[in-house]
Structures are given as C-alpha cells and as structure tokens.
C-alpha cells in the first residue's frame, strides 16, 4: 500500500495515541491476521488526533480545505491494513467474522462485490440514524491484502474519495456498478 509522506508523519507523532486506543474491529480476528500478515498497518485517529492531523494540511490547497472541513465533523477515523507473502492467509470465514461487526438494520450495505475464492471481495456499508448518515465502513480483500476502513461520524459516500490517500486510508476506486476500477487498488 503507497502511504504519502505526510501520512507517516502523522503516524510518527501519534504512535501512542494509537496504539493505546480500541478499534471497532473484533480483536481476535486483527490478532490472527495480523499475526498471519508480513506487513500490516493500523491507523487509529480520535476526534482530538483528526483535529491534530488535520493542522498538517494546506490550508492553501482547496482539496486540502475540503478535507480539513469534513474531518472536523468526523468521531474517528480507524484503518487496518494487511499484507500477505502468499494468497489464501485469510479467509471468508475472516471476513464474514468482521462483516458481522456491522449488522443490519443500522448498518446497509451499499456495495457488495464476491469472489468465489473471497480474495477479490469489496463491501461498503453506511450507518444510517434518523435517515442520516453516521458512519461509513469499506472492507477490500485481495488475493494478498486486506483493508478496513471504518469511519465514525457523519460523512457521505462521495466524500470518502476526497479521504483516499490521507489517514493511511487506501485508494481503492470504484466504477460506477460497484466494482473495483482495473488497475486502481493501489
């Protein structure tokens, strides 16, 4: 996963706060895959670490702005990442472990994409409160990687493309059917 500079700026400042913290995600499953991962990343940023984060954006770039706006609403921002030296280390059992975690009705899915093998699978689901949007959680399996990303608090799925490539947050592109864009997950 291309992480940009910045992003590991911020995860050197905030390597305390990060691991003291609890993340959404079933402990036991992130036990397993990472102890299973060659690489793995986690990424655990607080209402008061997206404020800090934010700080080290431009405030000249509009891009930036918009960025900077739409976090401060935000409660959290959570990201795992895992890398394997060989397909096959996780599971559909993994992953439905950790769709569990995000249950209907307060969570919907909104995009749904199966492998037969679950090595090419991407969910993304929203939590709706009061017909508002509160959350938003992305799950994109490889055949040697997995992403979670979970966000708390009220954002828009078209606002997650302006998150992509900050906060550790994958670019995972989407077409217009749901499915991952060729060439585009990285």
Partial sequence: MKVRISTLILLALCASAVFAQNAPFPSTVEKELAGRASNFTEVTLDKSMLAFASKFMDGKKAEDVQVRQMIQNLDAIYVRSYEFEKEAQFTAADLDAIRKQFPAPEWS??????????????????????????????????????????????????????????????????????????????
């Fill in 109 to 186: 899915a909104i995009v749904r994409s199966r492998s037969r093998a679950a090595n090419n699978d991407t969910d993304v689901y929203v939590k709706l409160v009061n017909g508002e949007n509160h959350g938003m959680f992305v799950l994109n399996a490889e055949p040697k990687e997995l992403d979670l990303v979970y966000i708390s608090g009220p954002i828009r799925p078209e606002d997650f493309d302006k998150l992509k490539g900050n906060f550790g947050i994958p670019d995972i592109s989407m077409d217009a059917a749901g499915s991952k864009a060729k060439g585009t997950s990285k």
